[in-house]
């Protein structure tokens, strides 16, 4: 889920997952080259992530599962890549 908070020209973007015990979920997006981001255990039992980002643009993104597995947010759009999979998809 992606809950998305904005001020002026900026934005507060929030990238949640259930988390399955055992695994290493890290976010990836266009924001920061696709640097992996850890994402954190949140006292709900959910992964959790927050990212300032710039308004008036959009950013594509995705979770990598184990450092194997590449997911969607089933929450957003998404656009397929050159690549041959497909990328999350936000407009801030």
Excluded: Q
Aim: charged share 35%; hydrophobic share 35%; with cysteine.
């Amino acid at each position: 889920m992606v809950k998305i908070t904005k001020k002026e020209k900026r934005a507060w973007v929030t990238f949640t997952l259930p988390l399955n015990t055992g695994d290493k979920v890290e976010l990836l997006g266009s924001w920061d080259g696709w640097k992996k981001n850890k994402m954190k255990i949140k006292k709900s039992g959910h992964l959790a992530l927050t990212k300032i980002l710039p308004t008036e643009k959009h950013y594509e993104f995705g979770y990598l599962i184990n450092d194997k597995e590449w997911i969607c947010d089933d929450s957003t759009d998404f656009v397929e890549t050159e690549f041959g999979s497909k990328n999350s998809i936000i407009r801030v």
